[in-house]
């Protein structure tokens, strides 16, 4: 079959596309509205410069640092995203090859493969969770994670229901039954490779949820629970209160693009902090996370950590985002491309480039360690960071 790695993400993003079937690869892409802020995370890490130097560099480079209390080999965690049915072995790939290169993944709830599963490929997961159904329920799927291993609880709050898309949105079935089949045959018999891995699996895309799965033991589908989520109304700065104390350990809270809403998540108790917009899914002209990051990571870095998703490419990137207050990145849409490319293989492939990235990085700027990052590695140019307004409402 030739040669499967790939030298960049980029690459990794054109072997999705010509491996996958288009609502597929659709479904992967996403953005909100105009996209103008799925455009913005990945083009402000363009405007950023590096500050590098040409003598007395550090014949070696750190790279390892710990997140909610986890070793981790690199300052990059798998960031939990929804029905991985890009590959057979979806999740559990993606964990093995985290486990693989030393690193964290977060596991969605809206994830196709059970958190018993992916724990036991990678004991280093945080299972994510959204505000929704009963407190019953949340209350059962935190008692299910804890269970299983699961060593944080991420939480995520930076969705909108923005569905409508200047390019149309794909279509995804609620469930693969006949009529859906011949609905997505055409798009399907024209990527084999895609056909054939599922083949050799015996198995089709799976479309239910079973990390949501209710006091029977059945599993709602994808669309199912999503209407579920939508119908539940959002929660307080109470509800996250009662979510942390429930869960009683490391906690993240992901959405933050206000310091006054970092703010409240310190009081609410958490142990860290994501500076995200859903990869540009969410409210769209929210400015690129790399451009909030700066202020929030000087309003709580010192009392809670900052961790940053939205747009990550390259390990430069990764660099850029320490230098700026961050503790760590999340990446999203880099590893799926690289599960769509190649597996289990494709993903620590997308690790790997991320490691050289930052390696190359930390050579150039003459640092030895990412701990040793500053603002002062970065050039910013004027104007470029944003600030929402920090007030309470």
């Given at each position: 079959?030739?040669?499967?790695?790939?030298?960049?993400?980029?690459?990794?993003q054109?072997?999705?596309?010509?491996?996958l079937?288009?609502?597929?690869?659709?479904?992967?892409?996403?953005?909100?509205?105009?996209?103008?802020?799925?455009r913005?995370?990945?083009?402000?890490?363009?405007?950023?410069?590096?500050?590098?130097?040409?003598a007395?560099?550090?014949?070696?480079?750190?790279?390892?640092?710990?997140?909610l209390?986890?070793?981790?080999?690199?300052?990059?965690?798998?960031?939990?995203?929804?029905?991985?049915a890009?590959?057979?072995?979806?999740?559990?790939?993606?964990?093995?090859?985290?486990?693989?290169?030393?690193?964290?993944?977060?596991?969605?709830?809206?994830?196709?493969k059970?958190?018993?599963?992916?724990?036991?490929?990678?004991?280093?997961?945080?299972f994510?969770?959204?505000?929704?159904?009963?407190?019953?329920?949340?209350?059962?799927?935190m008692?299910?994670?804890?269970?299983?291993?699961?060593?944080?609880?991420?939480?995520?709050?930076?969705?909108?229901?923005?569905?409508?898309?200047?390019?149309?949105?794909?279509?995804?079935?609620?469930?693969?039954?006949?009529?859906?089949?011949?609905?997505?045959?055409?798009?399907?018999?024209?990527?084999?490779?895609?056909?054939?891995?599922?083949?050799?699996?015996?198995?089709?895309?799976?479309?239910?949820?079973?990390?949501?799965?209710?006091?029977?033991?059945?599993?709602?589908?994808?669309?199912g629970?999503?209407?579920?989520?939508m119908?539940?109304?959002?929660p307080?700065?109470?509800?996250?209160?009662?979510?942390?104390?429930?869960?009683?350990?490391?906690?993240?809270?992901?959405?933050?693009?206000?310091?006054?809403?970092?703010?409240?998540?310190?009081?609410?108790?958490?142990?860290?902090?994501?500076?995200?917009?859903h990869?540009g899914?969410?409210?769209?002209?929210?400015?690129?996370?790399?451009?909030?990051?700066?202020?929030?990571?000087?309003a709580?870095?010192?009392?809670?950590e900052?961790?940053?998703?939205g747009?990550?490419?390259?390990g430069?990137?990764?660099?850029?985002?320490?230098?700026?207050?961050?503790?760590?990145?999340?990446i999203?849409?880099?590893?799926?491309?690289?599960l769509?490319?190649?597996?289990q293989?494709?993903?620590?492939?997308?690790?790997?480039?991320?490691?050289?990235?930052?390696?190359?990085?930390l050579?150039?700027?003459?640092?030895?360690?990412?701990?040793?990052?500053?603002?002062?590695?970065?050039?910013?140019?004027?104007?470029?960071?944003?600030?929402?307004?920090?007030?309470?409402?």
């Open positions: 079959m030739g040669n499967s790695w790939f030298e960049t993400v980029a690459h990794a054109r072997r999705a596309r010509r491996r079937p288009k609502s597929v690869y659709a479904a992967l892409l996403a953005g909100s509205e105009a996209g103008a802020t799925y913005d995370n990945t083009a402000a890490f363009g405007e950023l410069g590096f500050a590098p130097h040409v007395d560099l550090s014949g070696e480079r750190q790279t390892a640092t710990t997140v209390g986890q070793d981790v080999a690199l300052p990059v965690v798998v960031s939990p995203t929804g029905v991985q890009v590959h057979p072995d979806g999740e559990v790939a993606v964990a093995r090859a985290a486990a693989a290169r030393g690193v964290a993944m977060g596991l969605s709830s809206f994830a196709s059970p958190v018993e599963e992916v724990v036991a490929a990678n004991p280093k997961t945080f994510q969770m959204y505000w929704m159904g009963s407190k019953d329920s949340m209350v059962r799927a008692d299910r994670a804890r269970a299983a291993g699961a060593v944080g609880l991420i939480v995520t709050l930076d969705w909108s229901f923005s569905h409508g898309r200047d390019w149309g949105s794909p279509w995804i079935p609620e469930q693969l039954d006949l009529r859906a089949m011949a609905k997505l045959a055409p798009q399907a018999l024209s990527r084999p490779a895609w056909l054939l891995e599922y083949a050799r699996a015996r198995s089709l895309p799976d479309l239910t949820t079973p990390n949501l799965a209710r006091s029977d033991g059945t599993a709602p589908t994808f669309f629970a999503y209407g579920e989520w119908s539940t109304p959002p307080s700065w109470d509800d996250i209160r009662w979510l942390r104390d429930e869960w009683q350990g490391p906690f993240l809270l992901k959405g933050i693009s206000r310091v006054d809403d970092a703010r409240r998540a310190v009081d609410a108790g958490v142990t860290a902090i994501s500076v995200s917009n990869g899914n969410n409210l769209d002209t929210t400015p690129a996370t790399i451009r909030m990051l700066p202020a929030v990571a000087d709580v870095g010192g009392e809670v900052v961790l940053l998703d747009g990550v490419r390259r430069g990137d990764v660099v850029k985002a320490l230098a700026l207050g961050a503790r760590a990145v999340l999203g849409r880099a590893y799926l491309w690289g769509a490319a190649a597996g293989a494709g993903v620590e492939n997308v690790l790997d480039i991320m490691a050289g990235g930052i390696d190359s990085a050579l150039g700027l003459g640092r030895s360690s990412i701990h040793e990052l500053t603002p002062d590695d970065v050039v910013v140019p004027p104007g470029f960071t944003r600030a929402p307004a920090d007030r309470a409402r």
